[in-house]
Every structure is written in structure tokens, then in C-alpha cells.
């Protein structure tokens, strides 16, 4: 029943550390993403995979890089973090296949809480 | 480009009472999906309901409707008889090719006993 597992869950960065946040799914799903969610800006795409192997920069990928280490995981790390990169992040999959139009939506993991001080 | 609007901040609606929260959308591709998403106070985002754009129908589940105008480009979502667990953030979002998903920024609703 685990679906999508982002870690950790919470973190304090103090601004220039790094750090990686662990994302992965156990439904065998193609596509991953990474989104951010800030205040009145609704949820932004930083990166996504559309298959093993394929990233691609989403909306607002600066100060950020992916991985997709194999199929179920999907990594992103932040080199030297900055107080714009507190936020909540979103890690998703969805199976990838099929028509758009048929109903291939998308799950969240629980959010990971980081905040740069 | 903005690709999903999301018009209404906050609302507010009396329990047991209907509410629309409105969505607009923009795109050229004549293939593509429409979805709401329900995120509470705890923080995970929960998927309510689907409408694809071929689809002739409004979809619906349970209490939760999508008024689906494809002219307007409008996917509202109506919420009947509401409930105190009802009060949330709800998104609305879109696919599209390379299956890519874009979300509105949000509205609040907020369910008054």
C-alpha cells in the first residue's frame, strides 16, 4: 500500500549545504516528477522523467538537479540550498502509457517540508 | 504561460449546501486530461475526479461533479451536499503530451457548520 515515498519528511538546511531528497514508487509507473509548492503559486514542475533513463527541466528547475536512478526512484538535490528553496516538495508518478485522455493520473507522495535558514 | 486559472482564492459554503469552484484552461492539443485534486490541512494531495476531453459526458463521483464546457474551456467542480471534511485546498490540473501535468494555484474552501 505504499505507493509513493518521499524522504525525509522534515529538514532544517542552513543556506549553501546540500542535500538530496529520496522519492520512490512501487507501482511500476514510467513518469516521475518533482514538484515545489509555495503560497499562492499552487504546485510548480521542477523536473520530471517521462521514462527510465529521460529527465526534463519543468518550470522552475534552476538551483536543483534530478535523478532517475532506475525505474522506482527519482531523486532531487539541491547543490547549495537557498532561503527562495524553502518549500514543500511534492514527488509524483504516474504510469506513462496510454492516452492522455484515458484517465492516466498522477499520485503524490506524502510532501517533504524544507525550510533554509 | 499560465495553463490552468484558478479564479476563486477562497470560498466559503454552508454545510449540507452545493459549491463550484471554477477552472479554466488553455490549450491547442485535442488530447488531454482534466483532473481535480483535494489537499487538506495534513498536507497530501488526494485525486478526486477525471475528465478526459473526449469524453461526451460530465464526470462524477460521488458528490464530486465535473461540469465539463469544452467551447469555454471550463472544468468546474461542483461539491453537493457539503461537509465539514469537505473544507481543504482543491487544485485543479491538466495533461498534456509528454505527459506533462500542469496545476492552478489553488482555492481554498472552507465549510461553515
Known amino acids: 500500500n505504499a505507493g509513493v515515498t518521499q524522504t525525509p519528511k522534515f529538514q532544517v538546511l542552513k543556506t549553501g549545504q546540500s542535500m538530496t531528497l529520496q522519492c520512490a514508487q512501487d507501482?511500476?509507473?514510467?513518469?516521475m516528477y518533482w514538484y515545489r509548492q509555495d503560497p499562492g503559486m499552487g504546485l510548480r514542475l521542477i523536473y520530471y522523467?517521462?521514462?527510465?533513463?529521460?529527465?526534463d527541466k519543468g518550470e522552475v528547475p534552476n538551483g536543483y538537479n534530478v535523478s532517475r536512478l532506475n525505474k522506482r526512484e527519482f531523486s532531487l538535490r539541491l547543490e547549495s540550498a537557498a532561503p527562495s528553496q524553502t518549500s514543500v516538495y511534492f514527488c509524483?508518478?504516474?504510469?506513462?502509457?496510454?492516452?492522455?485522455?484515458?484517465?492516466?493520473?498522477?499520485?503524490f507522495g506524502e510532501g517533504s517540508w524544507l525550510t533554509v535558514v | 504561460a499560465q495553463k490552468i486559472t484558478q479564479t476563486q482564492p477562497g470560498m466559503f459554503v454552508q454545510e449540507k449546501e452545493a459549491v463550484t469552484l471554477d477552472c479554466t484552461y488553455d490549450t491547442s492539443d485535442p488530447s488531454y486530461g482534466l483532473f481535480w485534486y483535494k489537499q487538506p490541512s495534513s498536507g497530501e494531495m488526494i485525486f478526486l475526479i477525471y475528465?478526459?476531453?473526449?469524453?461526451?459526458q460530465n464526470a462524477t463521483e460521488g458528490r464530486y461533479s465535473l461540469n465539463f464546457q469544452k467551447a469555454r474551456k471550463s472544468a468546474n467542480l461542483v461539491i453537493s451536499a457539503s461537509q465539514l471534511g469537505d473544507s481543504a485546498m482543491y487544485f485543479c490540473?491538466?495533461?498534456?503530451?509528454?505527459?506533462?501535468?500542469?496545476f492552478g494555484t489553488g482555492t481554498s474552501l472552507t465549510v461553515i457548520p
Open positions: 490540473a491538466m495533461s498534456k503530451t509528454g505527459n506533462q501535468f500542469y
Open positions: 507501482m511500476n509507473h514510467n513518469s
Open positions: 522523467s517521462a521514462s527510465e533513463g529521460t529527465t
Open positions: 509524483a508518478s504516474s504510469s506513462g502509457t496510454g492516452s492522455l485522455a484515458s484517465g492516466n493520473t498522477i499520485y
Open positions: 475528465q478526459g476531453s473526449y469524453d461526451q
